[in-house]
């Protein structure tokens, strides 16, 4: 019988104990909802003052983010690594701005959908996008844990272009090259022109003998291809090349080109 009477007994403690414990508390997601737009509203400005440690101050220190077109940067640190070099190649006068759509969770963890605005100096849009984000309260606080965010504008249309018909100089590799040309992509995207920039390419034919490899520039319009060129960012990116350009400039075939109607 005693085994049956500690059960019993057991039973009888454990309901008093739920029962002297408060009932779960439901979140009031409109509440949290205002919160979290809150928090946009301050990312946007520390992004629109180019003020990182203010960004910083939004995340957690294990948080996770997986941008658009890299790969995942695992920690604070790496973020910060990340916007810190994202910083010096946004173009002077874009602002930002972040509309929380809609929030799901409880009032600890929070999961945020939403959508982001880009404008040029003059108030021009330029780029729209959407992300989603978590958010845990620490301390009192909530806290960016994951972020995963992309951009709705499609690759740019080929209105213009440009070739480079190549073999690979001695003492080049497509890593390096291919890394190269990717620095340069990233500060076109920068500049409001996703999709834009170098695409590299090599033949497959082992017949082939010559002009084994091949990068397209791809622009949405002449327009475009001599704003970007013109930029002092992409000059910067491009003069960052150093050597690597010159000795595939020296080699190659190229032509620039403009779609036929």
């Known amino acids: 019988m005693k085994p049956h009477y500690f059960v019993s007994l057991l039973g009888v403690a454990v309901f008093l104990v739920a029962a002297c414990e408060p009932p779960a508390q439901h979140a009031d997601m409109a509440q949290v909802k205002s919160e979290i737009q809150t928090i946009e509203n301050a990312w946007a400005a520390a992004l629109n003052e180019r003020d990182i440690d203010a960004l910083m101050a939004l995340y957690a220190d294990d948080a996770q983010s997986l941008p658009s077109n890299a790969p995942v940067l695992d920690g604070k640190a790496a973020i910060k690594a990340a916007q810190e070099a994202a910083f010096k190649t946004t173009p002077a006068g874009r602002t930002y701005s972040f509309e929380t759509l809609s929030v799901v969770g409880t009032s600890d963890i929070v999961t945020e959908t939403g959508l982001s605005t880009y404008k040029d100096a003059e108030g021009n849009i330029t780029g729209t996008g959407k992300y989603i984000a978590v958010f845990e309260k620490q301390n009192g606080q909530y806290r960016c844990i994951r972020e995963v965010y992309n951009n709705d504008q499609a690759p ?85 090349m150093g050597t690597l350009y010159a000795q595939i400039k020296a080699v190659q075939m190229y032509r620039r080109l403009v779609s036929v109607k």
């Open 156 to 240: 740019a249309a080929a209105g213009s272009k440009s070739i480079h018909l190549f073999d690979m100089p001695e003492g080049i590799t497509e890593a390096e090259w291919s890394a190269s040309l990717k620095k340069v992509n990233d500060v076109i995207e920068g500049l409001g022109y996703p999709g834009a920039g170098y695409y590299f390419y090599k033949t497959e034919d082992e017949a082939t003998e010559n002009y084994r490899y091949y990068f397209e520039g791809v622009w949405p319009s002449a327009e475009a291809y001599t704003k970007i060129h013109e930029d002092p960012a992409y000059i910067a990116a491009t003069d960052q």
